[in-house]
């Protein structure tokens, strides 16, 4: 799970946590990632500049992200349930995490349930 938290100034002055958004599925985590990346090739920034924390690399991210999201689960087994994926503000998430895990964003009208199955 995902929990999404803004600052708001209450109505006595005080600044409070409220809550945004709750996600079952945090897609952004693939474009953050690569949007880095894209800073540092574009502004020629040096390789050795890290963006990930732990020693991580690329691979060893993408691994982590995966066994958090995939699991031992085959890819085409998970999907991240949208209304109107394609025209979500959040698509480019959607693409990043369907190249570097293989998980797609599906629209959830067009989910089919069968028994207790869904297809």
């Known amino acids: 799970m995902q929990v999404d938290f803004g600052l708001v100034r209450g109505a006595d002055g ?6 945004v958004e709750l996600q079952a599925f945090a897609s952004l985590y ?3 990632r690569e949007l880095a990346n894209q800073y540092r090739e574009s502004w020629g920034l040096p390789r050795e500049l890290r963006t990930l924390i732990g020693g991580l690399d690329d691979a060893g991210y ?3 992200v995966g066994r958090a999201i995939v699991g031992a689960h085959d890819p085409d087994e998970v999907v991240l349930m949208e209304m109107d994926p394609d025209r979500q503000k959040t698509r480019p998430d959607s ?5 570097r895990l293989g998980v797609r964003a599906v629209d959830i009208r067009s989910i ?3 028994g207790r199955r869904l297809f």
Do not use: S
């Open 14 to 19: 005080r600044v409070e946590p409220r809550l």
């Open 30 to 32: 693939g474009l953050q």
């Open 62 to 64: 993408d691994a982590l």
């Open 95 to 99: 693409v990043v995490t369907e190249r």
């Open 112 to 114: 089919v349930q069968q």
